[in-house]
């Protein structure tokens, strides 16, 4: 047994998988923390095309079990065939799909970390069926885990769980971090000539990069030359690109797909104003990002995204759907070059508090507290 404990954290996603994103980042270096702490750490998670059932990542091992579509149906097996004798000392549920209900399957002391709840934007995503399960589950979260310690990303989230029933002392509001060695200015790199607005994210109905669409004629129209890089990927695009070709577009946007780190951070660099559209987000770590290499924010004024952002300060929040309003906001970034370096500027210092070591050590402190004596 390690010095400390067996931690078990379970996740539908381990940092493996091809559609791994800011949550599991957030996860990898909370149980990175806790192998420092001397931990025997386990990420319990589920399958994917070409993954082994077993592995390793920066000091902890890694199960997949199941699939996506069925991860926490079989998680009650799984933790009643492998995880049971020994009990863990911990059990951490990352609630980043829909609940598993871990307190119900184990007998260990249970924490939570809730990136956010999707509520009924899970049926913009899903439809009516898929979207009212994911609802019908998230309602049952206050009764399951009753008396156990959340850690929450936005003060949005803890106000969501709040109103679902959650006390507010159960509640840590802990931002997430940032890796301020690969997210900074470079004094050497220049903007676009061209104004370029850039996108960064999954493709999927409710990250909101149609209602950019809908904008953008009217952008181009007042701001000329303005343009659109589209970073990431997903089962949306399609749809996105014969949106563009739609509306008359197309030659001013560009899909280019997943791109490495480094290609990430020269389009945050040269972008004149990253757009985040999404209804809902936990935090919305691509905004701060995107201060951190000195460039402002036109957002969504909707969960997370109105903590991340500082409305005024660091970027500006347009009422999600508002399409007039968002044109406004753009075109009044890409054609006011003073707003865009006072934007720029608030952005990098705002970004400069926040850590992952920070993050990850106050998160895990709050986990811990589920094995206090009662």
């Given amino acids: 047994m390690s010095a400390r404990g067996r931690l078990l954290a379970v996740n539908f996603r381990d940092p493996a998988h ?84 871990t307190p119900l399957w184990t007998r260990a002391p ?63 509001v802990v931002h997430c971090g940032l890796d301020h060695d690969a997210y900074r200015p470079d004094l050497a790199a220049r903007k676009d000539e061209r104004p370029t607005i850039v996108f960064v994210g999954r493709l999927r109905r409710y990250k909101g990069l149609d209602w950019v669409m809908r904008a953008l004629p009217d952008v181009i129209a007042r701001a000329p ?63 701060v990002e995107a201060g951190a290499c000195g460039t402002a924010v036109v957002a969504s004024d909707g969960p997370g995204l109105r903590d991340s952002v500082r409305d005024g300060e660091t970027g500006l929040l347009v009422p999600y759907g508002d399409t007039r309003r968002l044109a406004d906001a753009l075109v009044r970034v890409l054609s006011d070059e003073p707003l865009r370096a006072r934007l720029a500027a608030a952005g990098e210092r705002w970004a400069a508090r926040f850590t992952w070591p920070d993050c990850a050590a106050r998160s895990l402190d709050a986990l811990l507290s589920a094995m206090a004596p009662a």
């Fill in 110 to 172: 249970v924490s939570v970390i809730v990136p956010h709840l999707f509520g009924t934007t899970a049926l913009l995503e899903t439809g009516p069926w898929v979207g009212s399960y994911v609802v019908a589950l998230e309602s049952l979260i206050p009764s399951v885990y009753r008396r156990r310690p959340f850690v929450v990303i936005s003060e949005s989230t803890r106000d969501d769980l709040v109103r679902r029933g959650i006390p507010v002392p159960d509640i840590t």
């Fill in 18 to 101: 091809p559609e791994a994103g800011g949550a599991e980042l957030h996860l990898e270096f909370i149980l990175r923390e806790a192998v420092a702490r001397g931990f025997e750490v386990t990420w319990l998670a589920s399958g994917f095309a070409g993954g082994a059932p077993e592995g390793t990542h920066e000091g902890i091992r890694v199960v997949r079990r199941g699939n996506w579509w069925n991860f926490n149906g079989v998680l009650p097996g799984v933790l009643r065939r492998e995880f049971s004798n020994p009990v863990p000392d911990l059990v951490v549920e990352d609630i980043n799909k829909v609940p598993c209900f």
């Fill in 225 to 287: 030359g303005a343009r659109l890089e589209v970073l990431g990927d997903g089962p949306f695009g399609p749809e996105l690109e014969r949106t563009a070709r739609r509306l008359g577009v197309a030659d001013a946007v560009r899909f280019r797909g997943f791109v490495p780190l480094a290609q990430k951070v020269a389009a945050l660099r040269a972008a004149w104003v990253l757009v985040q559209p999404s209804p809902k987000e936990g935090w919305g770590l691509t905004v």
